[in-house]
């Protein structure tokens, strides 16, 4: 098989974990809601580049912070809370490293569309 074939494979493999999330998580599901909405606003809104690139970056580190809370998760189920007393914690960490992101994001999203928003309503 050649390097290219290799390649190609690869990118078949990562688009099946992305159709399993999708399909499967929910959170994933709104996170990917909101990412288009934000997106959306972007296009309404005389975004500069700078906070397009930021809104992105935050849009992303959401959505790949949710994907490695499931791949923990996954892999923590399959040892089961018997197996060890951490297996709960473990699980509460990776949804809290998901939540800081979000909040995260928030903070950004309203830093850039605040001004935006006060301009459109109070003008």
């Known amino acids: ?3 290219f074939q290799k390649f190609i494979k690869s990118f078949r493999y990562a688009f099946r974990g992305l159709k ?3 399909k499967n998580e929910q959170n994933f599901q709104v996170e990917i809601l909101v990412g288009i909405f934000i997106v959306v606003l972007m296009c309404l809104f005389p975004t500069r580049t700078l ?8 849009i992303f580190a959401v959505l790949v912070m949710e994907l490695v809370n499931t791949i923990f998760e996954r ?6 809370p018997r197996v060890h007393p951490y297996v709960q914690l473990v699980k509460d960490i990776m949804a ?4 800081l992101a979000s909040i ?3 903070i950004v999203g309203v830093l850039i569309f605040w001004p935006y928003f006060q301009e459109l309503f109070f003008g």
Do not use: H, R
């Not at 809290?96 to 939540?99: F, G, H, I, N, T």
């Open 51 to 58: 906070e397009k690139i930021a809104l992105f970056i935050v």
């Open 104 to 106: 995260g994001s928030i």
């Open 96 to 99: 809290a490293a998901v939540l």
């Open 20 to 22: 399993y999330a999708l």
């Open 75 to 80: 892999i923590v189920d399959m040892l089961k």
């Open 1 to 3: 098989m050649s390097n």
